[in-house]
Each structure stands twice: as structure tokens, then as C-alpha cells.
């Protein structure tokens, strides 16, 4: 089943990060008449060419559904849709399969966990601790859940340069603590937060940890043992794959205990009327006919990445942030929005006197694909009193070429706003 | 840069750096929110109305310059006008920003520099957003209008 773990693991890591470019057709397309500069992979990554074949074969000739079936492409839909699980485990280190379950996305996991462990680990006067820079996703789910049991929701502060107030977080984290979630990397900001050190202490206080690892999946190499999580939640269609297929990681002690949040086919081993006996782990938190192209491809994208040299690549990325940041901030009335020390290469900013959906218009008749608005992370732009922010993010495949051509874009902003 | 160029008009550029009736009517007799939660853009609109026509117009908000000319271009052209041919606006503007096909009725005026909109459908929305807050306003809407 891991045949192609061992291929992929066996050749020798890819050190040369802008070799990789050629390997996602998107990027070679046109945009308005200029090559495009694909700089909104913090809301959807390309995928290389291998995740697009991957689930094209997928869907030719291995088409059918999974689990119970007896015939031949049964079969190999099974053994695609269970092996894509083998590679992210081995990909993030999990202990088991069981610990893997496949979803629709980092929204969808975050709600398994809120809604089948959520209510039967708060009740009224305890207290669910997230941060300032969360995510909506990771913010709504809780605040829900709190507002139902009567919990409360206690939200980090976090500083004028974009990190989380470590000190508060001491203060806040208490015995009335339940739950502590987190995001890993701020997909507003860019703030890699000291993840290992938070999920430390919040185990020491006795409460179970969540992260939002969406934006750490393309940019790290994770290791949910290292890490000591409870949950770990992330997205394919950030990290390479395609979009409707996600990952919650659990520790098995903990999704042993939990309840199935929805109901329905391949999560029982037997109905009748008066009573359902659930399936094992994972199977249990997967209802329904599962996304198994979509975990095809999350699969080829793990392998994809697991060839990487991930030190070479935080070195480019960071290389061309640092480039990035020095280039964005010579603009005129630019300010950058998230100056934390530990940065992924996220560059989110205002321009003085130009509303940040024109700035993503007008880049966008160059070529450049810039992200403009919220960022759904609503208490990210109160936090910096701003609207908007345009922000710019780079992945793998970005070089300084796009850069240029960024700045390109936003000089004619400036000048046609002058 | 032509199409940026139809879209960001010296008109609309203007009214973004100058908006017209920018403010609050005090006694007013009608006051809507408006959101487009795609892009976080506010704007309140003011109207005070004297039987059937709009005696005066006033707004606040921020949003981008799409957003914040049409606002300023609306007010400036029904302030004076009767209720029924700002109600006729609004169809003819919103025909304007969604219809490719047709020239603008010179009736609109000034309001034509809006038709380069319609080349991005992304910011029909930020366009139409203060057309949509004066139609609930005068249809006698008193709940917050969102453009989506
Ligand atoms: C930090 C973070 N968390 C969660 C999400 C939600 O991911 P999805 O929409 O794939 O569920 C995103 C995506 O925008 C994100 O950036």
C-alpha cells in the first residue's frame, strides 16, 4: 500500500526549489497579456501537473465507490482512497490510520471536533481560548458551541507587529480552560505561532489542543508527534492538492471517545430501528461516499511535497519575502500589515488613499493575482484599523520575476490614484 | 491599461478623492445601511424626502473608489429629482452595469463613467451597492441592505 512512499522517499531530496515552477501548468498560462503571477496560493496553491494526473486516472478508469464493493474497480477505488490515508499519515507522522480522517476542508474539521467533542467537554462557565488572528473558521465554530453550553470564548490579544501576547496567553490560560485553538501560521499575517510551546503549556493547564494548520501545510514539514497536539486540521487545496478534501488529524485516545457527528452510510456495522452500532476509526467520522478523487490527489500532493528538501525550501520562501517586503515597502504610503519576527511568506498591506480592491484590480490587469479584502479574519483588520488589506502570498513555485511584475502593477496604482 | 483605464475614469477618480454630499442629515427621514460583505464596504445613506422628490441626499461610509464615486455620483444626480424618476435611475444603472449590450440613456448623465464596471463583474457589487441602499430606502425598507 505504500509502494509509492518508499519510491518517492528513495530518491534524493529536491533542493533546487525553482526547478519546481515548471511542474504546475497554470502558471504557464497569460493573464490580461502578461505571464501570470499567481500570488494567492494562502487562499488556493496550483497543483502540479502529478496531482492533476493523479486524479484524471483516477477518474478514467478507477471510478466507483469505496468500501463493500467486489468488483475490480471497487477494489482499486478502495485501495487509492485508503492509501492516499497511509501517505498522510506517514506524511504528518501519525501513529495510525485511524488518526486520519478525511473532510471536506480545515472548516469542516474544525466542526467535527467543535461538534462531537466540543459540547461534551464544556459546560457552563468553562472557557474555549483561541487568538486575535484566528481564521473565521476557527472563531465561529466556538463561539457557537459557547453560546449553547454556556461556555465562554476568550480570544489572545496579539501585538502591534502581528505575534500573539505570549504573556497574555499565560494569563488567560487557566484552570477554566478546556480548550485551547490555535492557528499555526496566520493566513491574514503570516505569524508562524510558537506551536509546540503553546500546545506545551495548554496541556499543562489540562486542556485539549486544536490547530488550524491550513497555511503551515505548504510552507512546513509537520509532525503532529513532535507537535503533541490533540487535533490538527488542514486543507488539500492549500497545500497542492485539490479543492472539497481536507484532513482532521486526532489522537486516537481522543476520537475513541467521541460520537459520530453525522450519520449515515460506511460509519455503522450495523442498523436496525432500535439501534446503529458504529463503525471503527476513522470510518466512524465519515459518513457518506467520501471525496476519494479529491483524496487521490491530496495523496499525490503529499508525495509530491514529501520529495521536497523542506529546509531549501523555507529558504527560498523566506528569501523572497525578505525581497518582497523591501520592494512592497519602498512604495509610496505603503504600510505593512504583520511584521512578526517568524513570518511565512505572507505580505499583507495598505496602500494611503487606495481602497485595497483597487489595488487587487489594477494588479490584476498585470497579470498579478493578489488577495483583497478580510481575509476572513474580521478581528485581524479591526485589531490594525483597516477595511482591507491586499495581500500577497508566495509559495514554492513563486520567484522574483513575480515579484517585479508585482510591483510593477502596483506603481501604475499608485499613479493612477496620485 | 484601456480597460483599467474605462473603469477608473478621471470622473470616478474625482468623486473618490472629493465625494459629493458626504455627511449626515440630521432630521432625515430615511437612514439604510448598506453592506457588501464580500468586500467589507460600509455606507449609510441619508435622504430627506418632501412628498416626491429627494430634497436631500447625503451619505458616509468607506469603500473602494468604485464604491465610494457611485455614491457620490448618486447623490449628486437625484438630489432635486422626483422619487418616481430615481426610481427609473436605479433600473437604468442597474441595466447599465449588468447589460453589455446596450448604450447608456443619456438621461444618467454623469453616471455613464460607471459603465466600464460591467468589464468586472467582481465590482458590480461595490457599484451598485449605494443604488441598492436608496431603492430599499425609498421602497420604505428600514433594515440594513446587503448586496448579496
Ligand atoms: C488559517 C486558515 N484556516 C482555515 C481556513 C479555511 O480553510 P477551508 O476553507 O479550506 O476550510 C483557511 C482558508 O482560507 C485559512 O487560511
Known amino acids: ?418 | 491599461m484601456n480597460e483599467l483605464q474605462e473603469l477608473y475614469r478621471e470622473v470616478i477618480l474625482d468623486h473618490n478623492r472629493q465625494p459629493r454630499n458626504f455627511g449626515e442629515i440630521d432630521d432625515a427621514d430615511r437612514v439604510i445601511d448598506g453592506v457588501n460583505p464580500l468586500c467589507g464596504d460600509r455606507m449609510t445613506l441619508y435622504l430627506k424626502l418632501d412628498g416626491k422628490t429627494v430634497e436631500d441626499v447625503r451619505f458616509r461610509g468607506s469603500g473602494c473608489a468604485i464604491s465610494v464615486a457611485s455614491s457620490s455620483l448618486m447623490t449628486e444626480r437625484i438630489k432635486g429629482a422626483s422619487i418616481d424618476e430615481t426610481m427609473g435611475l436605479f433600473e437604468m444603472v442597474h441595466e447599465m452595469l449588468t447589460n453589455d449590450a446596450d448604450e447608456p440613456p443619456d438621461e444618467l448623465e454623469k453616471l455613464v463613467a460607471l459603465a466600464g464596471v460591467r468589464e468586472y463583474p467582481s465590482r458590480v457589487k461595490c457599484a451598485s451597492l449605494a443604488w441598492h441602499a436608496l431603492r430599499a430606502a425609498l421602497t420604505g425598507a428600514d433594515h440594513e441592505v446587503s448586496t448579496e
Not at chain 1, 2 to 20: E, G, H, Q
Not at chain 1, 163 to 170: S, V
Not at chain 1, 198 to 224: E, N, S, T
Not at chain 1, 347 to 353: A, E, P, T, Y
Request: proline content about 4%.
Open chain 1, 1 to 418: 500500500m505504500s509502494a509509492a512512499v518508499k519510491t518517492s522517499a528513495a530518491l534524493a531530496p529536491i533542493t533546487d526549489i525553482a526547478s519546481l515552477r515548471g511542474d504546475f501548468p497554470a502558471l504557464r498560462q497569460r493573464v490580461h497579456g502578461h505571464p501570470l503571477a499567481y500570488l494567492d496560493s494562502a487562499a488556493s496553491s496550483q497543483c502540479p501537473q502529478a496531482v492533476i494526473d493523479a486524479i484524471a486516472r483516477q477518474q478514467s478508469l478507477d471510478h466507483a465507490n469505496v468500501h463493500r464493493g467486489v468488483h475490480q474497480l471497487s477494489e482499486r477505488a478502495t485501495l487509492a482512497y485508503e492509501s492516499a490515508r497511509e501517505r498522510v499519515r506517514d506524511y504528518i507522522n501519525a501513529a495510525s490510520e485511524h488518526e486520519i480522517v478525511f473532510t471536506r476542508g480545515t472548516t469542516e474539521s474544525i466542526n467535527l471536533v467543535c461538534s462531537s467533542l466540543g459540547g461534551r467537554l464544556l459546560s457552563s462557565g468553562d472557557e474555549v481560548l483561541i487568538t486575535w488572528m484566528e481564521h473565521h473558521s476557527n472563531i465561529v465554530p466556538w463561539q457557537m458551541l459557547c453560546e449553547h453550553v454556556g461556555a465562554r470564548l476568550v480570544p489572545v490579544p496579539i501585538t502591534d507587529a502581528g505575534e500573539l501576547d505570549l504573556e497574555a496567553f499565560d494569563r488567560l490560560l487557566t484552570d477554566r480552560t478546556r480548550i485551547v485553538a490555535f492557528v499555526h501560521v496566520s493566513n491574514a499575517l503570516g505569524t508562524v505561532n510558537p506551536a509546540r510551546e503553546l500546545i506545551a503549556k495548554a496541556h499543562a493547564a489540562g486542556a485539549v489542543v486544536v490547530v488550524d494548520g491550513a497555511q503551515a501545510m505548504p510552507h512546513k514539514r509537520i509532525d503532529v508527534r513532535d507537535l503533541d497536539c490533540d487535533f490538527y486540521a488542514f486543507s488539500g487545496h492549500k497545500m497542492f492538492g485539490p479543492t472539497g478534501i481536507g484532513v482532521l488529524y486526532g489522537k486516537e485516545r481522543l476520537l475513541d471517545t467521541m460520537p459520530p457527528w453525522q450519520g449515515g452510510g460506511e460509519m455503522i456495522l450495523t442498523v436496525d430501528f432500535d439501534r446503529t452500532t458504529f463503525n471503527a476509526l476513522p470510518y466512524k467520522f465519515e459518513a457518506g461516499t467520501p471525496n476519494i478523487a479529491g483524496a487521490v490527489g491530496l495523496g499525490a500532493a503529499v508525495d509530491y511535497l514529501s520529495r521536497i528538501d523542506f529546509p531549501a525550501l523555507e529558504a527560498h520562501e523566506s528569501a523572497l519575502l525578505e525581497h518582497a517586503t523591501e520592494r512592497v515597502a519602498e512604495i509610496d504610503g505603503v504600510r505593512i500589515v504583520g511584521t512578526a519576527a517568524e513570518k511565512a511568506s505572507v505580505l499583507s498591506f495598505v496602500i494611503d488613499g487606495i481602497h485595497a480592491h483597487d489595488v487587487g484590480t489594477i494588479v490584476d490587469g498585470a497579470g498579478v493575482a493578489v488577495r483583497t479584502g478580510h481575509h476572513c479574519a474580521m478581528p485581524v483588520m479591526d485589531r490594525f484599523g483597516v477595511p482591507a488589506t491586499a495581500r500577497a502570498s508566495f509559495a514554492l513555485y513563486n520567484n522574483e520575476d513575480d515579484v517585479d511584475q508585482l510591483i510593477v502593477g502596483l506603481r501604475q496604482a499608485v499613479e493612477l490614484f496620485r
